[in-house]
């Protein structure tokens, strides 16, 4: 079992950073790929970025791509996303995810276990 809380999101304007955290409990945060998901109001959830248990690969959604980093430290059992250039339409609850001796994947219903989101809101 892992629970999952996310936290640094905030309203920030367009072109500016921000830095989401993840932080899991349990013993066994090395052994699961990590995901990040987003749902913007009326959209579904989509993929983010993830990360494998081990850090040696990393995906991105092409809208992301260039301007967002994943990054695990598994010492700390936290898991971050570092957000560059945001724009408005990065608006969005921010979820991260455990998948379980997964390699990180784009398909949400792949994932065990979700926190209860953080939201990011980015100004024009």
């Known amino acids: 079992q892992v629970q999952l809380v996310e936290s640094g999101g905030r309203l920030v304007q367009a072109g500016g950073s921000l830095r989401l955290s993840c932080a899991a409990s349990?013993?066994?945060?090395?052994?699961?790929?990590m995901g990040w998901f987003r749902q913007a109001p009326g959209q579904e959830r989509e993929f983010v970025s993830a990360?494998?248990?081990?850090?040696?690969?990393?995906y991105y959604a092409d809208s992301v791509k260039g301007r967002f980093t994943i990054s695990r430290d598994n010492a700390k059992n936290t898991v971050y996303l570092q957000m560059n250039s945001l724009k408005p339409e990065d608006t969005a609850v921010y979820y991260c995810?455990?998948?379980?001796w997964g390699v990180g994947t784009q398909n949400r219903f792949e994932y065990d276990y979700w926190g209860q989101g953080t939201q990011v809101t980015v100004s024009s």
């Open positions: 995810a455990a998948q379980e």
């Open positions: 349990g013993r066994t945060f090395s052994t699961y790929a």
């Open positions: 990360i494998a248990w081990n850090g040696g690969s990393t």
